[in-house]
């Protein structure tokens, strides 16, 4: 554990191991509804920040499970978490600008998780470590099908009715989206090539196509160019990656086919924009790799 946080230049962290990981979690941030399930997996560690610095939380129930060298990466990767918390300017609080909206500035919340992990990942990268899981293309195959299952679900869920239930629904798979993108990224932005669409399945390809293809190109450039996380970004240009970041989500949320609009009186509305064709395509692709027969 100890080198794992040495790798990134951590020294005089508290490290709590524990069995009781979620309520650990819970009871530090406050955050109550906090779980450590993550579809079929388990958060192995999480970093707290409070008053007194960083505390670094390992799940001690995936441990014995892992081989030495993952619970290193672990903890170097929490290591990276330490790094932003220590330095302050570089989180998201603090730059909600005063003319953003609700949705404009969740957006930006939710580029910024994901630039975070990104910065984290670019420097495990540069330090030899290997990529992480969920990275190598049968994992993102299985993420681009639970993608595209998930927005068709939520266009199909009687509930979403309720804009509010639609939205909550879109705005949940787009940050599986963007954070797995920053994981595949980080390699990319690191001078490897660990991932390409053409090692996916017909279908795979499809789902990558349709979602990710169209703001890839533009996303890669734009990632590349925001330094690893051992690296210092000064609040200026921090703040306009930050306004850069809500853009791009933007885009990709036009491309699943959903957008935003501020009505006049500042209140906003969440839309459908793609056509009842594209969603019968993308109906009939979750149903071909599911094995499952449209309804
Ligand atoms: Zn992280």
Known sequence: MAQGLASMNVQDIHVVVTSNFAKTVAQMTGNTSYTADRGGGMVAAKTVSGPEGSVVVVNYDVLPSRPPADVQRILAHEGGHVLIDARSTEETSGNRDSTETDWEWCLKCLGAQAIVELRIERSLAELGYAAVEGTEPSSVEHSLLITNVEVVNAVIDPASDDPAHLQ????????????????????????????????????????????????????????SSIPSVTEPIPVRPWRTTLRDSAMLEQALLSNFGFAFSTLSDGRYGFYRTSSDDTFTQRLQRACKQTDTQPE
């Open 168 to 223: 909550a629904a879109l705005l949940t798979t787009l940050n599986h989206v963007t954070k797995m993108l920053a994981y595949i990224a980080a390699p990319l932005a690191a001078g490897q090539s660990i991932f390409s669409p053409a090692l996916l399945s017909l279908e795979g390809r499809a789902n990558w196509v349709d979602y990710v293809a169209p703001t890839w190109q533009q996303r890669t450039a734009f990632w």
